[in-house]
């Protein structure tokens, strides 16, 4: 081999030898921008530790809650007043009819009919209802007490807007429940004239309606709108203390109990839906179609 072949040769390796140095540090040169990439982001991982942190703070902070209501159940229906409340005001009747419900210890209803019938001298006809509904709290829609305070005025409301009422009066019943209205006027039918006395009463979550009206019939003469007024109070506090003797507080609703007392045996729960308290409402109605003094637009 001649001197030039080998020293081409040797020129030959040497260049291959610097091209091989200047690949290996182009191939370092992307290695070293992740490395550095990876050292620049070192912070993310402070940021993830934070919402994480924050996200178990959320889920650790406590549920919505709402007070418990103070009853818990109704009385029977048609137990709700004494048997010399109803002489008084239902002599004729022999027993009283229990409105329909799927659940007792959140809506009922006892209605009764009296004719006490004069022969050509007229009649004498008392038609009277009570209704009770219970509310429950609901995280959603509030404490019970106060959903039991928007159904008794819109009960008192509807009372008033009665279709075909005549003289519509209206003013507060002291010591009954919470609060108490009574609602009287005039129904004029071709029986006779009707005298319709619609009191409506709340006590903690319960909201009990009663209506009571008479007429003289077959040429009898109206009864007197203050006895029978005055009748109704008495048996609407009644019915107010039978719904708190049920729930083991007797004896002192009559004053008014302080709104949001808890019993021992309250709990919370859902409230009743609107479409349950209509349900009531219907109940009562279909019990009043039986008798010619039907308030039209009474629903309770």
């Known amino acids: 081999m001649s001197e030039g072949t080998m020293q081409r040769r040797v020129e030959r390796d ?4 610097r091209l091989n140095r200047v690949l290996v540090c182009a191939a370092a040169v992307p290695v070293m921008l992740v490395a550095a990439g990876c050292s620049s ?3 993310s991982g402070d940021s993830t530790d934070k919402a994480a942190k924050a996200a178990a703070s959320a889920s650790a902070s406590p549920s919505p809650t709402v007070e ?3 009853y818990d159940k109704l009385p029977e229906p048609c137990k709700a007043l004494s048997k010399k409340t109803l002489k008084d005001l239902a002599p004729k009747s022999k027993s009283g009819k229990e409105g329909k419900s799927d659940d007792i210890s ?14 050509v001298k007229g009649s004498q006809f008392r038609w009277l209802n009570v209704s009770m509904l219970r509310f429950e709290s609901d995280v959603t829609r509030g404490p019970a007490d106060k959903l039991a305070q928007e159904y008794y005025e819109k009960q008192v409301q509807e009372a008033q807007a009665a ?31 009707f005298k319709q006395q619609t009191i409506v009463a709340r006590v903690e979550n319960v909201v009990v309606t009663l209506d009571y009206n008479g007429a003289g019939l077959a040429g009898d003469k109206t009864p007197d709108e203050g006895d029978l007024l005055k009748d109704a109070k008495n048996a609407v506090k009644e019915a107010v203390e039978a719904v708190s003797t049920a729930n083991g507080k007797g004896g002192g609703t009559a004053g008014g109990a302080p709104s949001g007392a808890a019993s021992e045996s309250s709990k919370p729960s859902k409230s009743p ?11 009562s109605s279909e019990d009043a179609s039986a008798s010619p003094s039907k308030k039209p637009a009474s629903k309770s």
């Open 273 to 283: 839906s609107k479409s349950a308290s209509k349900e009531a409402s219907d109940e």
């Open 41 to 43: 982001d070192s912070g």
């Open 163 to 193: 279709e075909g009422a005549k003289g519509v009066k209206s003013e507060p019943v002291a010591g009954t429940g919470d609060q108490a209205t009574a609602v009287h006027y005039d129904l004029k039918k071709k029986e006779g004239t």
């Open 14 to 17: 040497q260049r291959a030898k």
């Open 106 to 119: 959140t809506r009922a209803s006892c209605s009764w009919n009296s004719l006490d019938n004069n022969g």
């Open 68 to 70: 418990a209501a103070a």
